[in-house]
Each structure stands twice: as structure tokens, then as C-alpha cells.
């Protein structure tokens, strides 16, 4: 079974660049229709498959994004 | 989504490092800076060497990077960062030294101290965020433009006959005694990042050593610039900059003995 | 290297340009960043001789455009830091003084000019006149301004120059001249290490746990804001006023006043000797700092005497800041020498004859 992860996007500070959505290998990520008080629309997490790889994390260039990764102990 | 995975100790990625201000970019969205300033405050982060730590801002798009990074910081003139750098190292020798400037800054305006920074092998890291355009600006040639790329000052593209062609100024830099440690890195996957990233943490752990100048060039993008999404801009860096600044090493310290030796293949 | 002891008090002969530099290792001179210029590269060529057996660090800089850039990193981090260059060097390192006049940073320029525009000659000169008093670099700022007319002074104004430069947090600048970097005279040297100094609370000197980050800039990008550091840099400017100095000889009695600054005064103290031999009543006021000017004794001088004689090595560049100080109250002319030529007491004598009449 996949390691689970999940992440919380900041989207106050999200600028909608869709930089983690490329880089989302689980395809997780979209634009949503949301838009925050910056006027951007901003991304969400929209599928249950998240790894928490920090991928999306590191490309964003607005640090919005915290990882989070189930510890190997808890792994089934 | 798995809420039980969102406490401290789950935590793999901290967004909020000690050592950024926290202060949200100013950079326009997708823009490199934003990615290359938090890895370099990550690295300060990990080494535990944020006290220790001096930085020198440019003029550019990034001259604010001090309301960005959380450590003490100068904000020098176009071009200069290198010479103010130099002397902070030198009358503080025991603190940690950073530049950082962009293309226009560091290889057109400022080339003479950035030459002359390198050749006396100052001991400092110096980042170079090659994104081929003055950002700030808005979008005239820069030095590392590509050759047919159009910009507010090269409207029917680069010419290298009337306009000169892109300057590879950090293989022109390695190839100066005083460079211990030259390397290209880009911000535009993950693993280039990751890269980016050890990189980085390589430069201020030589810089303990007092062997030389470490010059990183981080291939980067400006969607505003370059008149493209973000996204776009990814994929541009790809096929259009990596060919003509191909990422890796450049000159890297001997592991047997310690001496800066050139990297085959550049 | 063997490190030298510290030096104690001296009486020594010196070279103006030499003792300058001595001056500089006794105030306890951190850095110094230079590029050669004549008529000044002994400055350099003495520090590096002296600082790596004495104390400090001396770096020759690519250019004037890195050393004054260097001269701000230094300064940033907390160092009691020097340039000195001449005429041409101190133009292009005008854009690093406004943004050190602007960042608040101390530091000691010296220009010691020689003959211009342009490449010009390597002859002495008093031509840098407005470039050193009425900003030179863009943007409305000032710098402490000292005009020696002795190789003593050359001496006591480094450590004025730093003192005032580190009360005020503002560059300082001594305006000297080709002919006072070469000549040779007698000179008291204070002992070394007895001018401490601390490095400033605000000096990036890494951010350390319990204090916030600091940060040397002279961006404001808010005009509120670049405003407010406008406000506060001309209240600086008013505060430096106190620090005025001029000196005034034989003014009591005298019916024809000459003003110069730098070695011309003494020029024109000699040419006022000869004039009373003459029997024409003549006495000299000199400005030493240039910025503050001296207004108030020029002003209240003219209250009693009603003709004054400027006297430059330059096209007449003070005369304008002595007319402003005088306001009208007496007839103020000028007298001038260009391009590296000096004046002679007799050519003086000439000209206040002829005022005279
Ligand atoms: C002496 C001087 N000349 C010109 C400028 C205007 N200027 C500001 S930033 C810049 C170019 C910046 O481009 P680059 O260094 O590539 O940084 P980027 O904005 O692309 O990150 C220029 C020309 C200036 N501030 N000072
Ligand atoms: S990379 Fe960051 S700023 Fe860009 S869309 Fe994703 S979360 Fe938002
Ligand atoms: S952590 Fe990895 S899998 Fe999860 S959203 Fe980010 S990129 Fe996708
Ligand atoms: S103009 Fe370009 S370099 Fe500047 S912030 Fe925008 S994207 Fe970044
Ligand atoms: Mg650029």
C-alpha cells in the first residue's frame, strides 16, 4: 500500500501558478475556482492519493505548502 | 483528506522556516526567486548557521530579499553586491558571506567585481539567478539572453552580430584560480531543487574552509519577463535555456585532495 | 609577519600623504579600500606597507566603483573603514556616496584633488569644490566636510573625521589638494589605540537569537517613507551645524578680508603680511569645515568690513556659498587660479591693490 500523505496549502499565499500541479507525480492537485482576497485563484488538494513526496513543496515559489507523511511505523 | 496525518510530528515540509521572515513575495506568481530564496534559507536552516550568517541583496527584482530572508542583510548598489560582499568577509572573517544578484546585475553592470571578486577568491557563496531578462525592469536584454529572444530592447530578437551573444559567464568564472566551487543548478522540477539544495549546503560548508569563491548559477524563469505562464515558462527552460546553460558541476573540489579541479564535458 | 607594537606619541617630519595614512593606522583604522590615483597613492602604498605589521586589513580594489562599494560593506558591518582617491576616482565613486550618505553609514573619504575636468593635470586643485559640498552624487545629502591647509591637520582631521563621521552616522570627507598630499612638515602624532572604537548595535553582524534581523539599505521605496529619511537626514544636516569651524586672522582692524580654504589661506595669509607692509589693512578668514559652512562669521564680519576677496585654486566655486553667507552686505570678488596652477602671495597683493583704489 502507497505511503499516505497530505498537505495543507496556505491560500492566502498562493498565487495560482499551477507550478506544484505540474509537479504533483499522484496528478492530486488542480486549480480551483476559489479565489483568495489577493484576487488569485488558488490550488487544492482534490484527490485522496497524496504521498507527501514534497514535491509540489519545493517547486512552490510562494511557500504555501506543508507536507505531511504517515511516520514508516505506521505504514501497513 | 488524512487529518490525522497533519501534526507536528507527520510534518515532512515546513513552509515556515525560522529563517525566512515569513513576509509574503512580492514576486509576480511562478516567479524563480520566490523557490531560490527559500532553499538557500532552508540550507541556513539545516547547517544551524542563521546567527552567523551576512547576505548581500542586488538591485533587481530581488533587492527586497531581505524582508524575505530572516537574517542580517545589505542591500547593495546595481552591480555591487560582490565588492560589498568582499568586505563584509573581509572585516568579519568569521561569519558566513552570500551575494545575490541577478544576470543584468552580475554580468553586465557588475561584471568588473564579479571577475575580480572570483579571481581573489573571496570566501563567499555567490548566487547568480540567470534568468536571461531584466526583470525589475521590465523585460529589457540582458546579457544571458538567448540569441533570437525578444525582448523590450531586442523587439525583432537577439542579434549577436549587432547585440552580442549570450554571456556563460560562470564557465568564464571557473576557469579563475580563485573559483573552488562552480556549479549550474536550475528551480524548474523537484529534483533539480533537491539538487539546488545540496548544492547550497556544499557552498557554506566550504566556505568554513577558506579555499575560495563557491559561485552557484541557478538557471531560473521569469514569466512576466518572457511574456508566458507560468507554466509555460517551465517548459521554455527545458528546451530553450538548458541547452545553452547546461546544468551540473563545473569545477568542484578534488575529494582525494581537496583542490578545485575543472569537471570533463565543461 | 612580526606584528609591530603600538605606537606612542611622535614628533616626526612627514609627507602629508604619509602622515595621513599614519594618522589613519593610529585612529584604528579597520579597512581601507583603494584603487591608486596620483596625487595620493602614497596613502596606499604607506598602508600596505604598515597595516600587515600593525593592525587592520588594506585592500586594492579594482576600481573606485568596488573600493567605495567596499568601503559600504565595511562600514555596514560595523568597521572603522577609509578611502582616499583624487579628483577623477572621487567622481565615479559618486553613486556608492549617496547610497552611504543614504544607508546612514560612517566612513572617512579623502580627496586629495588635483586639476580638472577630465583627466585633466596631476597638478593641485580646489576644483572638486561643489562636487564635495553640494552632494556631488544624486539626491539631497551631505557630507562632513574638513579643508586642512597643514600636513598637521591632514593628521588631526582623520581622527575629527571619524569622530564626527561615527557621532553623526554619516560619510566625512577630507578635501585636501595635490600640493598638501606632498608637501613635507613637522607633525605631532597621537599614540595609537587610544581612539576606541564599538561596533554599532545596528552593523550586520549576523542576526543573533533575540534580536530582529538587521539590515543596511538605502531603499525606501515608499514616498511617505523616503520622505520621513529626508526629514530626518536634513535634521542631521541642522544638528551638524554646532560642529562649524573657520578660522579668523587679524579680522579686527581690517579693511579688506581675503577667504580661502585649504593651502590657499596660507598662501593668503602671506599675502596679507605684505599688504600691511604696504599699509592696506587685510585679514583672512578660512573655513575649515566646508560643510557646515562657516555663514555666521562671514556674515557678521561684513557687518564692519565691506570688501571681501575670495581666493580658489578653481573657476570660483566657494565664493558662491561666501556671497549666500554675506548677503549683500559687502562687495565680495574673487580671485582665481585654474587647472593646476597655483597662486602667489604677490599676484594676491596685485589684485587686493587694485580693490583698493
Ligand atoms: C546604476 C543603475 N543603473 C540602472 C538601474 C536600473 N535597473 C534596476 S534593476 C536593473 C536590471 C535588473 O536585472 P537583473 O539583474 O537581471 O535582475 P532581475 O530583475 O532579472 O532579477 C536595472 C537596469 C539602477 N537601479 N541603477
Ligand atoms: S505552486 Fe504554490 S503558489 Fe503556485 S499554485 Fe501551487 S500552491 Fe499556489
Ligand atoms: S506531496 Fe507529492 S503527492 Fe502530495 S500533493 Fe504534493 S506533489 Fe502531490
Ligand atoms: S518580473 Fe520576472 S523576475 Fe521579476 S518578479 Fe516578475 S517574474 Fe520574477
Ligand atoms: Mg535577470
Known amino acids: 500500500m502507497a505511503i499516505k500523505g497530505t498537505i495543507i496549502i496556505d491560500t492566502e499565499l498562493c498565487k495560482g501558478c499551477e507550478l506544484c500541479v505540474l509537479a504533483c507525480p499522484q496528478k492530486g492537485l488542480v486549480l480551483s475556482d476559489k479565489i483568495n482576497l489577493k484576487g488569485y485563484r488558488v490550488v487544492e488538494l482534490y484527490m485522496d492519493n497524496c504521498t507527501g513526496c514534497v514535491n509540489c513543496a519545493l517547486v512552490c515559489p510562494d511557500s504555501a505548502i506543508t507536507v505531511y507523511r504517515e511516520k514508516k511505523a505506521q505504514a501497513v | ?266 | ?357
Not at chain 3, 593641485?124 to 556631488?136: M, T
Not at chain 3, 543596511?216 to 541642522?238: G, R, V
Request: glycine share 8%; hydrophobic share 40%; aromatic share 8%.
Open chain 2, 1 to 266: 483528506m488524512e487529518q490525522f496525518l497533519i501534526n507536528p510530528d507527520c510534518m515532512v515540509y515546513d513552509n515556515h522556516p525560522v529563517t525566512l521572515t515569513g513576509e509574503p513575495y512580492h514576486y509576480c506568481p511562478g516567479c524563480g526567486h520566490g523557490v531560490i530564496h527559500k532553499v538557500l534559507m532552508e540550507v541556513v536552516r539545516d547547517l544551524g548557521i542563521q546567527e552567523e550568517v551576512i547576505g548581500v541583496a542586488p538591485v533587481g527584482c530581488s533587492v527586497f530579499a531581505y524582508h524575505y530572508m530572516n537574517v542580517d542583510m545589505q542591500e547593495a548598489a546595481h552591480g555591487r553586491a560582490s565588492a560589498v560582499a568582499t568586505a563584509i568577509k573581509r572585516v568579519r572573517p568569521q561569519n558566513y558571506v552570500f551575494s545575490y544578484q541577478g544576470d543584468g546585475d552580475l554580468a553586465a553592470i557588475g561584471t568588473a567585481e564579479t571577475i575580480h571578486t572570483v579571481n581573489r577568491g573571496e570566501n563567499i557563496l555567490m548566487v547568480f539567478v540567470n534568468n536571461a531578462i531584466y526583470g525589475m525592469t521590465g523585460g529589457q536584454m540582458a546579457p544571458t539572453s538567448l540569441l533570437g529572444m525578444k525582448t523590450s530592447t531586442s523587439p525583432y530578437g537577439r542579434d549577436a552580430a549587432s547585440m552580442g551573444n549570450p554571456i556563460k559567464i560562470t564557465e568564464l568564472l571557473a576557469q579563475l584560480p580563485g573559483a573552488y566551487y562552480v556549479a549550474r543548478h536550475a528551480v524548474h522540477t523537484p529534483n533539480a531543487v533537491r539538487k539546488l539544495s545540496k548544492a547550497f549546503k556544499n557552498a557554506f560548508e566550504y566556505q568554513k574552509l577558506n579555499r575560495g569563491t563557491c559561485f552557484i548559477e541557478v538557471v531560473s524563469n521569469c514569466p512576466s519577463g518572457w511574456k508566458m505562464s507560468p507554466v509555460q515558462s517551465i517548459d521554455w527552460i527545458e528546451k530553450n535555456m538548458l541547452p545553452m546553460f547546461p546544468l551540473g558541476d563545473i569545477k568542484v573540489p578534488d575529494p582525494k585532495t581537496g583542490n578545485p579541479v575543472m569537471v570533463k564535458n565543461n
Open chain 3, 1 to 357: 609577519m612580526e606584528k609591530q607594537e603600538l605606537k606612542g606619541k611622535e614628533i616626526k617630519l612627514m609627507k602629508g600623504n604619509e602622515a595621513l595614512a599614519e594618522a589613519a593606522i593610529r585612529a584604528g583604522l579597520d579597512a581601507y579600500f583603494g584603487y591608486p590615483i596620483t596625487p595620493q597613492s602614497e596613502v596606499m602604498e604607506y598602508l600596505t606597507e604598515q597595516i600587515p605589521v600593525r593592525r587592520g586589513l588594506v585592500l586594492q580594489a579594482e576600481s573606485e566603483v568596488a573600493s567605495i562599494n567596499m568601503i559600504y560593506g565595511a562600514a555596514g558591518a560595523g568597521a572603522r573603514v577609509m578611502t582616499s582617491s583624487s579628483s577623477p576616482g572621487m567622481s565615479l565613486m559618486q553613486e556608492g556616496i549617496s547610497y552611504i550618505a543614504s544607508a546612514q553609514l560612517p566612513c572617512l573619504l579623502v580627496n586629495v584633488m588635483r586639476g580638472g575636468p577630465g583627466l585633466g593635470t596631476i597638478q593641485p586643485s580646489q576644483g572638486d569644490y561643489f562636487q564635495a559640498v553640494k552632494g556631488g552624487g544624486h539626491g539631497d545629502y551631505k557630507l562632513f566636510t574638513l579643508a586642512p591647509s597643514t600636513v598637521q591637520e591632514m593628521v588631526d582631521f582623520v581622527f575629527e573625521g571619524f569622530r564626527m563621521a561615527e557621532k553623526y552616522r554619516n560619510p566625512a570627507l577630507i578635501l585636501a589638494d595635490g600640493a598638501l598630499g606632498q608637501m613635507m612638515e613637522k607633525v605631532e602624532l597621537p599614540a595609537e589605540g587610544e581612539f576606541p572604537h564599538v561596533i554599532p548595535d545596528w552593523a550586520t553582524t549576523g542576526k543573533k537569537a533575540g534580536r530582529k534581523q538587521n539590515v543596511i539599505t538605502s531603499l525606501f521605496i515608499q514616498p511617505e517613507k523616503m520622505e520621513q529619511i529626508n526629514i530626518d537626514l536634513q535634521a542631521k544636516y541642522k544638528a551638524m551645524e554646532s560642529e562649524v569651524k573657520s578660522e579668523s586672522i587679524n579680522t579686527e582692524d581690517a579693511d579688506v578680508i581675503l577667504v580661502a580654504f585649504g593651502l590657499v589661506a596660507r598662501i593668503c595669509m602671506k599675502a596679507a603680511e605684505l599688504a600691511r607692509e604696504k599699509g592696506i589693512k587685510v585679514g583672512v578668514i578660512r573655513p575649515i569645515t566646508l560643510f557646515p559652512f562657516p555663514t555666521e562669521v562671514l556674515n557678521t564680519t561684513a557687518d564692519r568690513v565691506k570688501k571681501f576677496l575670495v581666493v580658489e585654486m578653481n573657476a570660483g566655486q566657494m565664493v558662491e556659498d561666501v556671497r549666500l553667507s554675506i548677503n549683500g552686505k559687502a562687495d565680495v570678488q574673487f580671485y582665481g587660479r585654474m587647472g593646476g596652477m597655483i597662486p602667489d602671495p604677490e599676484e594676491i597683493l596685485t589684485k587686493l591693490e587694485s580693490m583698493m583704489k
